[in-house]
């Protein structure tokens, strides 16, 4: 489980920093909250919570189908298209950090030079790239489903072994407490007893002594 949690871990990070760089909001939203959440499943198993387990499976679920989500947004699948602003929240015209810097990308800036156009603005030329930015998001995408069917399965094994244990541990604990439950003793009313001791014949006789005196 820890193995697999570092490489969940380490998936969601690099996500999260050429997200960071195209200003993508909503994935890095989505990869705080699986990181948060994957420390929470690894804290849930080590320290015996099968509820922290439990909340990390059903996060799994949703996250399976956020990504499915970007693999159909960036195919364009279901009349989504990858060229709106869905991924920055119509905050910005932000688009992948891939779509100018992936694997042998030639990024040019173009200077229009027709009139009325202002001359701080430029268009931005990507050529020669290797593969689409489309694709490295589906592949980065389609890494984080195989991650986390894996981390799915495995939380629900351990699951069902915590929950095995429980009830084992119950049913030694209550056959324990039967086995040796003591039937309830009578109350017995202790009086205190008056010593009785010897009588010294030696102090009686001087107690007569003092007596006939009188």
Not at 55 to 67: D, G, R
Request: glycine share 6%; proline share 5%; aromatic share 16%.
């Amino acid at each position: 489980m820890f193995c697999l949690c570092v490489f969940l871990q380490l998936a969601a990070l690099e996500r999260q920093i050429f997200d960071f760089l195209g200003f993508q909001w909503a994935p890095i939203l989505g990869n705080f909250l699986q990181i948060i959440v994957v420390i929470l499943g690894l804290f849930g198993t080590i320290q015996f919570r099968p509820r922290y387990i439990v909340v990390y499976t059903v996060w799994t679920a949703l996250w399976v189908t956020w990504n499915v989500f970007i693999i159909c947004f960036y195919l364009e699948v279901g009349g989504l298209s990858k060229e709106t602003d869905l991924m920055t929240f119509n905050i910005s015209m932000h688009r992948s950090w891939w779509r100018e810097h992936g694997p042998g990308c030639i990024r040019r800036v173009v200077r229009p030079s027709a009139p009325g156009i202002l001359e701080d603005y430029s268009y931005v030329s990507v050529t020669g790239c290797i593969i689409d930015f489309q694709y490295l998001e589906v592949i980065h995408s389609a890494i984080q489903i195989l991650l986390s069917l894996i981390g799915f399965v495995y939380a629900c094994y351990v699951i069902s072994i915590f929950m095995e244990e429980e009830d084992s541990f119950d049913f030694i604990g209550g056959l324990d407490t039967y086995s040796y439950r003591q039937p309830p003793q009578e109350h017995v009313e202790l009086k205190p007893v008056k010593p009785v001791g010897k009588i010294n014949p030696f102090m009686e006789k001087q107690k007569l002594l003092h007596l006939s005196c009188y």
